[in-house]
């Protein structure tokens, strides 16, 4: 093999990595992956796709070895290949936040008309938790939260809230979370709790990117 054949060869290799990630809807189901496996039904669903073209995403995905597929009777069970998916989703999201500023911008905008702008940081959340002076809700899907949550969270899903408002304290700061900067599920359900009066902020960070700053994870 030649110089020339080994980088041709070599750079291919990195280009059909990037062209899997080169889709809208494949980075969201590899963002939904990140929070733990799912079955193609439950993917189309929550990508707002129908099962053929839900498929054949993970398809390419798989094809590519950036997720896996495992039988469970009739349902096929996706997961993300490794953990350095995750981390190079993670990082994809800060290379577009800091080359694209229409990316900061619809965040803003999204955020301020939900009236849920301003976060709690991570190691301020961990402290207050430690204190005992906020209550964590998880407004992921149960199973979510059954894969991995942040240690003192509630599972309370974000179609489930308006039924449980009740049993949240109306004189404690309320921390809503869900899958990071670019899930809707906490900003969604901070808006809820303001209308009814419950003093509420957001953690803009997700299971994984908590992870990743040596904090801990309740299974």
């Known amino acids: 093999m030649t110089g020339r054949e080994f980088k041709d060869l070599t750079f291919q290799q990195f280009a059909n990595i990037a062209t899997a990630f080169a889709s809208p809807k494949r980075l969201e189901l590899i963002d939904i992956l990140s929070q733990g496996e799912r079955d193609v039904d439950t993917l189309s669903v929550e990508t707002n796709m129908n099962f053929a073209n839900t498929s054949r995403h ?34 994809l999201q800060t290379l577009a936040e800091k080359s694209a500023s229409e990316i900061r911008e619809t965040a803003r905008l999204f955020f301020e008309e939900k009236s849920a702008l301003v976060p709690i940081s991570s190691s301020e959340l961990w402290d207050k938790l430690n204190k005992d002076e906020v209550i964590l809700i998880d407004v992921r899907p149960k199973e979510e939260f059954l894969t991995g ?17 009740n049993e949240l304290p109306s004189n404690k700061e309320i921390v809503a979370y869900c899958r990071g900067p670019y899930c809707v599920l906490a900003a969604e359900a901070a808006k809820i709790l303001s209308k009814k009066g419950f003093n509420v902020v957001i953690l803009k960070d997700d299971v994984n990117s908590w992870k990743a700053k040596g904090l801990p994870i309740q299974n």
Request: net charge positive.
């Open 58 to 91: 993970l398809q390419i995905l798989k094809s590519s070895k950036i997720v896996t597929s495992r039988k469970d009777g009739v349902r096929v069970i996706y997961n993300l290949a490794n953990d350095e998916v995750v981390k190079c989703w993670k990082n």
């Open 149 to 165: 949550h942040i240690p003192g969270a509630v599972s309370i899903p974000l179609k489930e809230l308006k039924e449980k408002l």
